[in-house]
């Protein structure tokens, strides 16, 4: 039997021709909605420019600016072809933040930077691209840069960081410490038994009498001052009586439960002769004893039995000194006598709190980490003068471009505005202007 035959005329005859004059369900609707909701935007519009009322929600204010939520006009001054737009008098108004550099190549608007209506909760959390306009090609100024003049991000371009850069100059700090020692296993403690230190027990996040959130702390001075509120949380320096003196107490003789203090030399001077002088006054039995040496130091001649109680107390003021400026004191500072038979003089710890100059660092926000991830060469170091900071590639590991990374915005670590030259704010509102 032979098959049916389809020529393109006879399928042809099947298609209705009026098919375009009928109504279909998606078209209709597509067009009553697309028209519809057009005429409803527009009344909306419109009866906001009638009433006064705005008829939309740009978004909410940052957090520092919540107290202007329901008067635009704080902000919105001037008008544009669009609503009103935002100047930066508007902006100087409560904030009269200086420039960036003397020589910058130009000075962009608050607003291109600062972008309000994010809910963000700091508007300092501006774009890279907000730096790297200028920063990408400093070659364009006519002056010559003193800063790297190609940084395109943190990971491409960045230069490394001052403090831990080739020829580097070294810790200036005089206390001789040996963290070697300080952090090697079975370290006899104050007890006499075995610890074993970590970096915490000594460094420690600083923090103020009143209990401040070290978040709220401005610490470390910075050409850029980092702001009216900083974000860093340096570590604190180190702290004698806090982190030392129980493994290394100054006492000089068993007779004294108390320690001498860790003051000038003038100080335990006259501290350990008054103990001494309150101690025979209350022992003159013990006037004529000879002085016992101190173990662990060069061999002297014994002196003979004082005489007196003024002798008594010459004698072991002497020795006790001995002790305290050629052992004890000696194994952390560098003494200098000015005069033989004098007091030493001990020089400032100069022990360096702010390493990056040009940027803040949080230490808080990086308590996830143990500490030898990032200061990888303090196990291993012996001198004072060795700088422990991490390198720029030990950052990069987590701040670096990708969904799967830590922030990577300049403005994690540097401030654009210096602040040292801030002027204060002349002007101020009333609460009644905002609070309704």
């Known amino acids: 039997m032979a098959g049916r035959i389809r020529t393109t005329k006879k399928l042809a005859q099947r298609i209705d021709r009026n098919y375009f004059k009928k109504t279909f369900p998606i078209p209709f609707w597509r067009r009553v909605l697309s028209i519809g909701l057009t005429a409803a935007g527009l009344l909306w519009i419109g009866w906001g420019a009638a009433s006064g009322h705005q008829p939309y929600n740009a978004g909410p204010l940052a957090h520092a600016h919540k107290l202007v939520t329901s008067d635009c006009k704080a902000c919105h001054m001037e008008g544009a072809l669009w609503g009103t737009k935002i100047t930066d008098e508007a902006c100087l108004k409560c904030h009269d933040a200086p420039v960036h550099q003397a020589g910058q190549m130009f000075t962009p608007a608050c607003s291109d930077c600062h972008v309000e209506h994010q809910n963000s909760s700091k508007l300092s959390a501006t774009a890279a691209a907000s730096c790297t306009q200028c920063h990408a090609n400093l070659e364009k100024r006519a002056d010559t840069p003193k800063f790297a003049k190609n940084i395109k991000s943190f990971t491409d371009g960045h230069p490394e960081f001052a403090a831990v850069r080739p020829g580097h100059a070294p810790d200036a700090a005089t206390i001789k410490l040996n963290h070697q020692i300080h952090l090697k296993k079975d370290l006899r403690g104050a007890d006499g038994k075995p610890v074993q230190l970590v970096c915490a027990d000594c460094h420690q996040p600083a923090r103020p009498a009143d209990n401040t959130p070290v978040e709220a702390m401005v610490t470390g001075p910075s050409p850029m001052n980092l702001g009216p509120k900083s974000q860093s949380a340096e570590i604190a320096p180190v702290n004698f009586e806090k982190h030392c003196m129980s493994c290394h107490p100054l006492t000089f003789d068993k007779r ?73 004191c000696k194994e952390c500072h560098s003494l200098t006598y000015p005069a033989p038979s004098t007091r030493p003089e001990v020089p400032p710890a100069n022990e360096t709190i702010h390493w990056m100059k040009n940027s803040w660092f949080n230490h808080n926000a990086h308590q996830l980490v143990a500490c030898a991830e990032c200061h990888t060469e303090a196990a291993k170091s012996q001198k004072t003068e060795d700088v422990l900071l991490p390198g720029i590639a030990t950052c990069q590991k987590c701040h670096h471009e990708g969904d799967n990374a830590a922030g990577v915005g300049c403005y994690e670590c540097h401030a654009y505005h210096d602040w040292a030259k801030a002027k204060p704010v002349k002007d101020a509102a009333m609460i009644s202007q905002f609070v309704k």
Request: net charge negative; charged share 25%.
């Open 256 to 328: 004294f439960a108390d320690p001498a203090p860790h003051k000038e030399t003038l100080i335990v001077d006259a501290y350990v002769r008054k103990q001494y002088t309150d101690y025979i006054a209350a022992h003159p039995g013990e006037v004529h004893e000879r002085v016992e040496l101190a173990a662990g130091l060069p061999s002297r001649p014994i002196p003979p039995p004082p005489a007196n109680a003024t002798e008594w107390v010459a004698q072991r003021v002497e020795e006790a000194e001995r002790l305290l400026w050629q052992k004890d």
